[in-house]
């Protein structure tokens, strides 16, 4: 079954697409390992992925190309889109944190620029941010 038709409207969709992304980077060496895996799973718990999403996605013929947004608001736009599910138990680990920044990375971000959005987003998401940033995320 391709892809395409385990695609959904709206949020189901994009979700899938997060999850294939993210696969695609797991298995970009050549191979998944388990600590890998275990990272999958609980992005496709997350992400709300169905077992016959997961098990198509996992298919060894299937490789999701990452399309790259062209410009710095779509690539942020899509890291929010990711990071409102991930994060919405404010626990993110550091395993999980470095898949995250590869994601950041196939979007377009610098390897630098992405760990910086990544942690400025973490930050924002689980309300670490200081009162100044606070201020001026509320103005805008």
Known sequence: MPIIDLYKHGQGRSNLAHFAAMASLAAADGIITPEERNILDYFAEKLGITEAEYKEVMKEENKYPIESPLTREERLERLFDFFRVIVSD???????????????????????????????????????????????????
């Not at 971000?109 to 941010?129: H, L, Y």
């Open 90 to 140: 404010l626990d993110i680990q550091d395993e999980q944190l470095g898949m995250v920044e590869k994601y950041a990375i196939a979007l377009g971000f610098s390897p630098k620029q992405a760990k910086i959005v990544v942690q400025k987003t973490i930050d924002i998401f689980t309300g670490r941010i200081s009162f100044d940033d606070y201020l001026y995320l509320i103005s805008k």
